[in-house]
T-cell receptor, first 113, second 116 residues
Framework: EAQVTQNPRYLITVTGKKLTVTCSQN?????MSWYRQDPGLGLRQIYY???????DKGDVPEGYKVSRKEKRNFPLILESPSPNQTSLYFC????????????FGSGTRLTVV | DQQVKQNSPSLSVQEGRISILNCDYT??????FLWYKKYPAEGPTFLIS?????DKNEDGRFTVFLNKSAKHLSLHIVPSQPGDSAVYFC???????????????FGQGTILTVHP
């Protein structure tokens, strides 16, 4: 089944403790992206990647890091999480050969206390 | 700076009637537009899209209209069904050729409730 898989689904952590949210896709898509969803703000793009080793900032990149060492994986790294990064995070992938935009994962609910 | 705006946080419609969801954008570079639907505890799923070379695209009960001069698009659902109750996001891309180039900007979303 074609899908985007992100883990964990739920995560509670403390301020300053580094964490990584993993994302993997099995569709051989060249594009991958991370979004966060917050009430009243919709989905905001954090980072996106056009292919292996090629990434670019989205609209809200501060406090986040990404890497694209393999085509299928695109982890999101929070080096020093803060409470304002408490949010619902979505990983997504896409290809220039399709016209339906991104295929999204099921989301990761992150709480930073 | 919200480049894609959905000014109605919620919409309530009776089953069988038309639902009209609206979206405005400010960036003239946007040339490909999409609507996504999102249920609770799931990721958004693609619904319908439209390229800037068109002003209308239909897919079953769903029709998207694009007014480039007004920088406005709308999604019509006819007839509305209770299963259509979800959050609807519009999204825009500076993306000639009808494919996603990675930079996809979303609106705030509109919660649609269809009452039986």
């Amino acid at each position: 089944e074609a899908q985007v898989t992100q883990n964990p689904r739920y995560l509670i952590t403390v301020t300053g403790k580094k964490l990584t949210v993993t994302c993997s896709q099995n569709m051989n898509h060249e594009y991958m992206s991370w979004y966060r969803q917050d009430p009243g703000l919709g989905l905001r793009q954090i980072y996106y990647s056009m292919n292996v080793e090629v990434t670019d900032k989205g609209d809200v990149p501060e406090g986040y890091k990404v890497s694209r060492k393999e085509k299928r994986n695109f982890p999101l790294i929070l080096e020093s999480p803060s409470p304002n990064q408490t949010s619902l995070y979505f990983c997504a992938s896409s290809s220039r050969t399709v016209n339906y935009g991104y295929t999204f994962g099921s989301g990761t609910r992150l709480t930073v206390v | 700076d919200q480049q894609v705006k959905q000014n109605s946080p919620s919409l309530s419609v009776q089953e069988g009637r038309i639902s009209i969801l609206n979206c405005d954008y400010t960036n003239s570079m946007f040339d490909y537009f999409l609507w996504y639907k999102k249920y609770p505890a799931e990721g958004p799923t693609f619904l319908i899209s439209i390229s800037s070379i068109k002003d209308k695209n239909e897919d079953g009960r769903f029709t998207v209209f694009l007014n480039k001069s007004a920088k406005h698009l709308s999604l019509h659902i006819v007839p509305s069904q209770p299963g259509d109750s979800a959050v609807y996001f519009c999204a825009a891309s500076p993306n000639a050729g009808g494919t996603s180039y990675g930079k996809l900007t979303f609106g705030q979303g509109t919660i649609l409730t269809v009452h039986p």
